[in-house]
Protein backbone atom coordinates (compact mmCIF):
# COMPACT_ATOMS: atom_id res chain seq x y z
CA UNK A 1 0.00 0.00 0.00
CA UNK A 2 1.20 3.32 -0.68
CA UNK A 3 1.39 6.11 1.15
CA UNK A 4 0.70 9.50 -0.81
CA UNK A 5 1.23 12.85 1.11
CA UNK A 6 0.17 15.76 -0.29
CA UNK A 7 2.86 18.08 -1.06
CA UNK A 8 5.47 14.99 -1.49
CA UNK A 9 5.95 15.10 -4.79
CA UNK A 10 4.13 13.53 -7.57
CA UNK A 11 1.69 10.63 -7.42
CA UNK A 12 3.36 6.97 -7.97
CA UNK A 13 3.44 6.78 -12.00
CA UNK A 14 4.39 10.14 -12.38
CA UNK A 15 0.83 10.98 -13.29
CA UNK A 16 0.95 15.19 -12.83
CA UNK A 17 3.98 15.10 -14.67
CA UNK A 18 2.45 13.20 -18.07
CA UNK A 19 -0.68 15.11 -17.98
CA UNK A 20 1.36 18.43 -17.60
CA UNK A 21 3.31 17.77 -20.75
CA UNK A 22 0.30 16.45 -22.73
CA UNK A 23 -0.64 17.96 -26.09
CA UNK A 24 -3.98 18.77 -26.95
CA UNK A 25 -4.35 17.36 -30.71
CA UNK A 26 -7.34 18.02 -33.14
CA UNK A 27 -8.62 14.63 -32.56
CA UNK A 28 -8.56 15.71 -28.57
CA UNK A 29 -10.08 18.92 -29.21
CA UNK A 30 -13.03 17.76 -31.81
CA UNK A 31 -13.96 15.54 -28.89
CA UNK A 32 -13.70 18.43 -26.44
CA UNK A 33 -16.01 20.33 -28.74
CA UNK A 34 -18.43 17.70 -29.38
CA UNK A 35 -18.98 16.71 -25.45
CA UNK A 36 -19.34 20.94 -24.75
CA UNK A 37 -21.96 20.66 -27.87
CA UNK A 38 -23.84 18.07 -25.66
CA UNK A 39 -23.49 19.12 -22.16
CA UNK A 40 -24.64 22.39 -23.43
CA UNK A 41 -27.64 21.04 -25.65
CA UNK A 42 -28.71 19.28 -22.33
CA UNK A 43 -28.69 22.07 -20.14
CA UNK A 44 -31.07 24.10 -22.51
CA UNK A 45 -33.22 20.96 -22.74
CA UNK A 46 -33.07 20.74 -18.88
CA UNK A 47 -33.86 24.51 -18.56
CA UNK A 48 -36.66 24.27 -21.33
CA UNK A 49 -38.64 21.69 -19.60
CA UNK A 50 -38.13 23.01 -16.48
CA UNK A 51 -39.70 26.05 -17.57
CA UNK A 52 -42.57 23.88 -19.42
CA UNK A 53 -43.08 22.23 -15.81
CA UNK A 54 -43.27 25.91 -14.04
CA UNK A 55 -46.44 26.47 -15.64
CA UNK A 56 -48.06 23.80 -14.79
CA UNK A 57 -47.01 23.39 -11.71
CA UNK A 58 -48.89 24.75 -8.02
CA UNK A 59 -45.51 25.85 -6.74
CA UNK A 60 -43.16 26.86 -9.88
CA UNK A 61 -40.83 29.00 -8.26
CA UNK A 62 -38.76 25.79 -7.57
CA UNK A 63 -39.19 24.87 -11.02
CA UNK A 64 -38.38 28.29 -12.28
CA UNK A 65 -34.99 28.88 -10.30
CA UNK A 66 -34.36 25.03 -11.62
CA UNK A 67 -35.01 26.35 -15.21
CA UNK A 68 -32.16 29.26 -14.13
CA UNK A 69 -29.56 27.21 -12.78
CA UNK A 70 -29.44 24.62 -16.21
CA UNK A 71 -29.24 28.02 -18.13
CA UNK A 72 -26.46 29.74 -16.42
CA UNK A 73 -24.94 26.00 -17.16
CA UNK A 74 -25.14 25.99 -20.27
CA UNK A 75 -23.45 29.31 -20.61
CA UNK A 76 -20.75 28.97 -18.48
CA UNK A 77 -19.97 25.17 -20.02
CA UNK A 78 -19.26 26.89 -23.04
CA UNK A 79 -15.85 29.01 -21.50
CA UNK A 80 -14.66 26.07 -20.51
CA UNK A 81 -11.13 24.55 -22.01
CA UNK A 82 -8.88 21.51 -21.59
CA UNK A 83 -6.57 23.12 -19.19
CA UNK A 84 -9.32 23.91 -16.85
CA UNK A 85 -9.42 19.70 -16.05
Avoid: Y
Avoid at 18 to 44: K, N, S, Y
Avoid at 50 to 79: C, D, G, W, Y
Amino acid sequence: MHNHLVGSGPPPGGFDRQMAETEITPEFQRGWDAALVAACQWHENQAKKALVQSRRSRFPKNLERESEVHTKAAEMIVTLSPDDV
